[in-house]
């Protein structure tokens, strides 16, 4: 198998057209992606995640049921580890390593799953199931919880979910029978939106990329107690509408000097320099995103190349970050029909 960032995996929808799980190659001077195979067993594995070792991905079934499925990587390809293991939940949209555990963030019904992990990296029946309450003043997209995102949080003592329905960031933990608790919830501005978060290095600071707004939300972490405090907003988009615009994902660069932003109804990435305590986030330019609707934007181990996953064009697009400036250059694309995650080992 790859290390260091030599294998990318990508995920799609394949009631859309997609291959499934794609598996390429990863060129380490220019970053360029070269397919090697693909596996369609999982339906629409839409977000996947490897484990710690690197030995297991975990993928999502975007499914109206929700599943998680677990695949072993092997020298000959993924291999899929065991059933796919029901949520409890619908449309799971991300997932995430935590605590010998896999969460995921399920959007349809607005909750985050627990499933533990089993020698091998194989998955064990769910454990816990925490349901989202609550709605935001959107008349279509806020009638009722929508969790977009689940991840460990900076410090790894916590888990942070983003539900887009609710306005509010939720921090939990596990109990020792694998039961998700609620610990702290942080409302952020009504009718906002959030979707995605992604921590600084350092751990202090939080930014939550905004749905239903073009902006990004800076946020304090405090990671001994869990809690979050919000912020100023900024703008992510430079004389764009209010709305309509989707803002889909958000990465920070190892050294925190850059935070980079994928808006789908612009077909755009935005690069916002960031101060040296991670404060005052500045637009500073955007750039194409290489095809149309990035669902997903995700930085090379390395930190020199950046990707995106563009659902409608049916490609991943990669591109060379100038060091000085953060802005991405055009290297080259590859064919990935509805691609929606991409990953490194």
């Not at 009638?143 to 949080?153: R, S, T």
């Not at 919000?230 to 920070?252: F, H």
């Not at 320099?273 to 330019?285: E, F, I, K, S």
Request: charged content about 20%; proline content about 8%.
């Amino acid at each position: 198998m790859g290390k260091g960032g030599s294998r990318a995996y990508i995920g799609s929808f394949t009631a859309a057209g997609g291959r499934g799980v794609l598996t390429a190659a990863v060129q380490p001077d220019t970053g360029a992606l070269t397919a090697l195979d693909a596996t369609g067993e999982v339906p629409d594995p839409s977000y996947l995640a490897l484990s710690a070792s690197g030995e297991t991905l975990y993928a999502v079934s975007e499914t109206e049921d929700g599943a998680l499925a677990a695949f072993e990587v092997t020298a000959g390809g993924l291999r899929l580890a065991g059933d796919p293991v029901p949520v409890g939940g619908s449309g799971p949209t991300h997932l995430a390593p935590y605590a010998g555990h896999v969460l995921t963030a399920n959007y349809g019904s607005g909750s985050v799953t627990a499933v533990p992990v089993e020698s091998g990296g194989r998955l064990g029946r769910r454990t816990s199931v925490l349901l989202h309450q609550g709605r935001g003043p959107h008349p279509q997209r806020q009638q009722g919880p929508h969790a977009h995102q689940v991840l460990a949080a900076a410090g790894g003592r916590w888990a942070v979910s983003v539900d887009l329905g609710t306005d509010s960031v939720r921090v939990c933990a596990l109990d020792p029978s694998g039961g998700l608790k609620l610990h702290h919830e942080t409302a952020l501005r009504p009718g906002s939106g959030p979707r995605h978060l992604a921590f600084h290095p350092r751990g202090h600071r939080a930014y939550v990329l905004n749905e239903l707004t073009p902006t990004m939300t800076v946020c304090r972490w405090d990671p001994v107690d869990g809690v979050l405090e919000t912020g100023p907003e900024t703008a992510v988009l430079a004389g764009a509408p209010d709305g309509d615009a989707y803002p889909s994902e958000i990465v920070v660069a190892p050294d925190g000097r850059f935070a980079w932003t994928a808006t789908r109804g612009e077909d755009v990435i935005s690069v916002l320099a960031l101060d040296g305590d991670g404060d005052r986030p500045t637009l500073t330019a955007t750039v194409s995103c290489g095809g149309r609707w990035p669902r997903d934007l995700a930085l090379h181990p390395s930190g020199r190349f950046l990707y995106a996953a563009n659902e409608r064009s049916g490609d991943v697009t990669w591109f060379t970050l100038d060091a000085k400036t953060g802005v991405p250059a055009r290297g080259g694309a590859i064919e990935a029909p509805a691609a929606s995650c991409v990953v490194f080992d």
